[in-house]
């Protein structure tokens, strides 16, 4: 992998670069159809890395769909798809950990304690394999991209990075690779998290401007509708990820909850009006 791209660099041929860790979806396919756009050669890797998972996590059973996965690629003109083994990827001896602690104090990072420092060093080690000239990394993880976006700036790793918009299925439910845990009856509530998001965004464009009500509107409505755990439902500032204080113009909802045993997160970016808007005022749905 790494003398191909050195080889196609002195090329002068640009390279774009999706990760990922496989089961590929929709989502996926926007994020490789964005990065076909933006360069000449496409890198996209398939790597279920165990250092983000904790113990009690699903990596045994996390889907593995490889054929399938190879398929979809091939579909869409990947030139590479780069699928690095565990011990290719952490030999004996590995010792280096990269953390960001300031993007990774809160929401995910607060209840998966250890999965941004190995999202970070397996971002940071991909990067320096597959070395692109573009990166695209999905909005429906949110936090991630800002890590991705921290880890590039501050380690000066000059790649592009592009966060392409979360796609969803057409009841508003963001895909996932882990969808297909979910039973039929998990499934046909699952939307539920991003309807909780829109009647936040739409409580904030009605003129509220307490990151607290927000909060428990959101959660009213996932509590209401399910018998789902909510772990954090939250109005923040997009830059920092601290809680929104009403006074940036714009605001990133995010969201977790638990649906039996299947976790889901989603996110919506919303922009603060000048004026509270009318429509949302009297309560009719905007989205
Ligand atoms: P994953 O395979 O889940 O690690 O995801 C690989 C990349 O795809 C990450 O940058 C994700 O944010 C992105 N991604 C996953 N699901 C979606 C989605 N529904 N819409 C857009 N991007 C997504």
């Not at 979806?25 to 279920?48: E, P, T």
Request: charge should be positive; proline fraction near 6%; aromatic fraction near 6%.
């Amino acid at each position: 992998m790494t003398s191909w791209s050195r080889q196609l660099h002195r090329e002068g041929v640009t390279i774009g670069f999706v990760p990922t860790m496989g089961a590929l979806h929709n989502g996926h396919r926007a994020l490789i159809r964005a990065a076909r756009l933006q360069c000449d050669a496409l890198v996209v890797s398939i790597f279920v890395n165990p250092t983000q998972f904790a113990p009690t996590e699903d990596l045994a059973k996390y889907p593995r769909p490889i054929a399938k996965d190879r398929a979809l690629c091939r579909a869409e003109g990947v030139d590479i798809c780069f699928e690095p083994t565990v011990k290719a990827m952490y030999p004996e001896g590995f010792d280096t950990v990269v953390t960001v602690p300031g993007i990774a104090r809160r929401w995910e990072g607060e209840i998966r304690p250890h999965h941004f420092a190995g999202v970070a060093t397996v971002v940071t080690k991909l990067f320096g394999i597959v070395r692109p000239d573009v990166a695209v990394f999905g909005q429906k993880d949110f936090q991630q991209a800002a890590l991705v976006r921290r880890v590039i700036d501050d380690l000066s790793m000059g790649v592009k990075l592009i966060v392409h918009p979360t796609v969803r299925e057409a009841d508003g439910l963001a895909m996932s690779s882990r969808n297909v845990y979910l039973s039929a009856t998990e499934r046909s509530l699952a939307p539920v998290l991003y309807k909780s998001l829109l009647a936040g965004a739409q409580a904030i464009r009605g003129g509220i401007k307490d990151g607290k009500q927000i909060s428990s509107i959101m959660r009213t409505i996932v509590e209401q509708q399910t018998k789902a755990t909510v772990d954090y439902l939250v109005a923040c500032d997009p830059e920092t990820l601290e809680p929104w204080s009403g006074t940036v113009s714009r605001v990133v909802l995010l969201g977790a909850i638990r649906l039996g045993s299947v976790r889901l997160i989603d996110n919506l970016a919303v922009t603060v009006p000048k004026q509270p808007a009318r429509a949302a005022l009297t309560g009719r749905i905007q989205e």
